[in-house]
């Protein structure tokens, strides 16, 4: 009787194992699934990220010479282009029409600035800045001549 036992423990854990066994390669297969397809994102995040950088990199504004000067160019909005990518006085004027919450008139943003609103030649510089930033989609010029922040 011992022996039938013995060979019955033995019977019974060889069953347990054979089972652990199966579970084990079913996980093991579920395992590298998973990093198989893992391996797939990361190629195509790579892909993605090459490509935002190129875009982002053609984005940037240019600079290209007029008249023996470097001269920034002012780049249209669109997706992955932001305020930064704006020269410094045009991030300026572009903070200035946006805090003022409404539709503001060239001679409002020129008194923010600190230009002499009461010379008119002091003033077109500034309505040729703000209309290049309506033309690349910035700003919105109104009828009335107004410039008020694109929704």
């Known amino acids: 009787m011992v022996e039938s036992e013995i060979a019955e423990r033995v019977a019974v854990r060889r069953a347990e194992l054979n089972e652990l066994e199966e579970q084990l390669v079913k996980q093991l297969d579920q395992v590298r699934a998973e990093r198989d397809e893992l391996a797939v994102a990361e190629r195509v995040w790579r892909r993605m990220a090459e490509q935002l950088a190129a875009e982002t990199v053609a984005a940037a504004p240019a600079a290209v010479q007029v008249a023996g000067h470097a ?3 002012v780049p249209h909005r669109g997706p992955g282009v932001d305020v930064d990518s704006l020269p410094p006085d045009y991030q300026r004027i572009l903070a200035i029409v946006r805090d003022a919450g409404g539709p503001v008139a060239v001679k409002q943003v020129g008194e923010e600035l600190g230009l ?6 002091k003033l077109e510089p500034l309505r040729g800045k703000l209309s290049k930033l309506a033309g690349r989609g910035w700003l919105r010029k109104l009828p009335d001549g107004k410039f008020t922040t694109r929704v």
Not at 116 to 121: H, L, T
């Open 71 to 73: 001269v920034l160019l």
């Open 116 to 121: 002499q609103v009461a010379v008119r030649g």
